[in-house]
């Protein structure tokens, strides 16, 4: 029986990959790093400086700066995609969210924000939707990031929900991962890559039998 809902946030509620992939590929290109879709593939749902850490690694330029260095590429990077959010609004919102959220809301069923984004809060509002959710982990809390299980344990417990009792959406297999060690039944959507591991999968959240879902 369901008795919560926990969203990735980032290629499930909206797709802001694009403008990941646009404000890392200017900062990678300041310091003389290019990087291409297929790369960014790899930087979907882990952190803001993980990502940098990879693109780091990826141009081996893994020694040249110091963490502080480090921490003002990440919020140049940062700056360039909130600058790219800008144009954000309630269209944006991915095809079947509302309904689900909605629906939720109505057999009050909390829903609650599992995302790797510090900019989760801002996005939500910018959409019009912050008031579906319960809770939104905050991840500058937690102590690991996605595959790690910490961040869907943090969520049940935010909307005090047993892990067993919540189903889970990702679109990343870092996050499928984690939902998996979480204990918590996990709902693929399939951007670009298959994602093999997830309980079930769907194209797009708009295909999920909401009657079916909530029985
Ligand atoms: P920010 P998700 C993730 O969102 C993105 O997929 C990932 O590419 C990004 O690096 C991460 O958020 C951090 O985002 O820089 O806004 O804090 O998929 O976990 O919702
Ligand atoms: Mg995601």
Known sequence: MVKGL???????????AGYHYLAWKQLAGEIGISIDKEFN???????RIESLDK??????????????EKNRLAMRKNEYYLKLLDKISPNDILPGVLELITKAN???????????SQNAPAILKKLGIDNYFAAI???TTL?????????FLK??????????YCIGFEDAEAGIQALKKSNIYSIGIIAEGPLPEADQVYYSLSEIDLNMLFK
């Open 6 to 16: 926990i969203f990735d946030l980032d290629g499930v509620i909206v797709d802001t």
């Open 41 to 47: 593939q790899s930087l979907k749902g882990i952190s």
């Open 55 to 68: 693109i780091l690694i990826y141009g081996n330029k893994e020694h040249i700066y110091s963490a502080d």
């Open 106 to 116: 109505e057999y009050h069923i909390p829903c609650a924000i599992a995302s790797a």
């Open 137 to 139: 982990v905050d991840p």
């Open 143 to 151: 102590k690991k990031g996605k595959p790690d299980p910490e961040i």
């Open 155 to 164: 969520a049940a417990e935010l909307i005090h929900v047993p892990p067993e």
